[in-house]
């Protein structure tokens, strides 16, 4: 009933694990992830503990099919289980057991894996092996692809309900909750990995805009720009974001008209953008020499 990629990058080190089924909250179920270690996908008949022991063997040095070996030989109903783990070293594993509805099956690559079952066609695994070995970008690109691919070969025979995905650094942390750099959920939603594109693309923008950001601070006024410009496309109707960049620039870092159309824009689409202005001032006010609230009220 569910398909699902584990992967490392092996350019960043990231890791993550990206699920789609045909029920709700999937993302309650069928992910576990720790930055540093490995991520796991336990689905089919799916068997909840194989995530922590997965992780927790993991973290104690045993590699992806060591761990997945390992969990199995305890599960007495292995053969309704599918499962798969990759670890921070790039070590990946897959389960398909022979009691699993069919069309199942999967595929371990490279750095990845992927698994399906109760398919409407026993290519679905074949056809997201392609997409993520063709796509390029960031990790949450790549895995995204995989589930997209997925979908369009046919996907849950049932239909399509929940969907999630997870990534987190490749660098062990102190904290277990450390280092997890996307978790979303789409619980409920009749088109949910198109839904799951959506919100990603959205964190994506707000990444770049920050990094558009760390340019500002260095005097990179063109840079910054030119970065901000490229979070814009990724996300054209996210206002919130082009009001935060706007605002840092002109009051953390004094780059007033380079973003003056920016609030313009921003003012144009909704007003409320100018008293959230106002009120962030006045909770973090800065010496304001140009009497830039006044410019800025003067945009509207």
């Given at each position: 009933?569910?398909?699902?990629?584990?992967?490392?990058?092996?350019?960043?080190?990231?890791?993550?694990?990206?699920?789609?089924?045909?029920?709700?909250?999937?993302?309650?179920?069928?992910?576990?992830?720790?930055?540093?270690?490995?991520?796991?996908?336990?689905?089919?008949?799916?068997?909840?503990?194989?995530g922590?022991?997965?992780?927790?063997?993991?973290?104690?040095?045993?590699?992806?099919?060591?761990?997945?070996?390992?969990?199995?030989?305890?599960?007495?109903?292995?053969?309704?289980?599918?499962?798969?783990?990759?670890?921070?070293?790039?070590?990946?594993?897959?389960?398909?057991?022979?009691?699993?509805?069919?069309?199942?099956?999967?595929h371990?690559?490279?750095?990845?894996?992927?698994?399906?079952?109760?398919?409407?066609?026993?290519?679905?695994?074949?056809?997201?092996?392609?997409?993520?070995?063709?796509?390029?970008?960031?990790?949450?690109?790549?895995m995204?692809?995989?589930?997209?691919?997925?979908?369009?070969?046919?996907?849950?025979?049932?239909?399509?309900?929940?969907?999630?995905?997870?990534?987190?650094?490749?660098?062990?942390?102190?904290?277990?909750?450390?280092?997890?750099?996307?978790?979303?959920?789409?619980?409920?939603?009749?088109?949910?990995?198109?839904?799951?594109?959506?919100?990603?693309?959205?964190?994506?923008?707000?990444?770049?805009?920050?990094?558009?950001?760390?340019?500002?601070?260095?005097?990179d006024?063109?840079?910054?720009?030119?970065?901000?410009?490229?979070?814009?496309?990724?996300?054209?109707?996210?206002?919130q974001?082009?009001?935060?960049?706007?605002?840092?620039?002109?009051?953390?870092?004094?780059?007033?008209?380079?973003?003056?159309?920016?609030?313009?824009?921003?003012?144009?689409k909704?007003?409320?953008?100018?008293?959230?202005?106002?009120?962030?001032?006045?909770?973090?006010?800065?010496?304001?020499?140009?009497?830039?609230?006044?410019?800025?009220?003067?945009?509207?």
């Amino acid at each position: 009933m569910t398909y699902s990629i584990v992967a490392r990058d092996p350019a960043t080190g990231e890791i993550g694990v990206a699920v789609q089924t045909g029920l709700p909250r999937v993302g309650a179920i069928c992910p576990w992830i720790i930055a540093g270690v490995g991520a796991v996908a336990t689905q089919a008949l799916s068997r909840m503990s194989h995530g922590p022991s997965g992780l927790e063997l993991m973290r104690n040095g045993h590699n992806a099919p060591e761990a997945l070996a390992a969990v199995l030989a305890g599960d007495p109903d292995r053969e309704s289980r599918q499962v798969g783990m990759v670890d921070a070293s790039g070590y990946a594993a897959s389960h398909t057991g022979k009691n699993t509805i069919r069309f199942a099956g999967h595929h371990v690559g490279e750095g990845y894996a992927v698994q399906a079952n109760m398919m409407l066609r026993d290519t679905v695994p074949a056809a997201m092996q392609k997409a993520y070995e063709s796509a390029s970008g960031p990790l949450v690109v790549r895995m995204i692809a995989a589930l997209k691919a997925a979908q369009a070969e046919g996907g849950d025979f049932r239909g399509s309900q929940s969907a999630v995905i997870k990534i987190a650094s490749g660098d062990l942390k102190k904290n277990t909750w450390e280092g997890l750099l996307y978790d979303v959920r789409v619980d409920d939603h009749p088109a949910p990995v198109d839904e799951l594109e959506r919100i990603c693309n959205r964190m994506r923008s707000y990444s770049v805009m920050n990094e558009a950001l760390q340019l500002g601070e260095k005097g990179d006024v063109e840079g910054a720009m030119a970065r901000f410009q490229e979070a814009v496309t990724l996300d054209p109707e996210e206002v919130q974001m082009r009001f935060w960049f706007a605002y840092d620039m002109t009051f953390d870092y004094g780059h007033f008209d380079p973003v003056r159309e920016v609030f313009r824009d921003v003012f144009r689409k909704d007003q409320m953008w100018l008293e959230c202005a106002v009120r962030v001032f006045e909770a973090r006010p800065v010496e304001d020499r140009a009497g830039l609230l006044d410019q800025l009220r003067a945009l509207v």
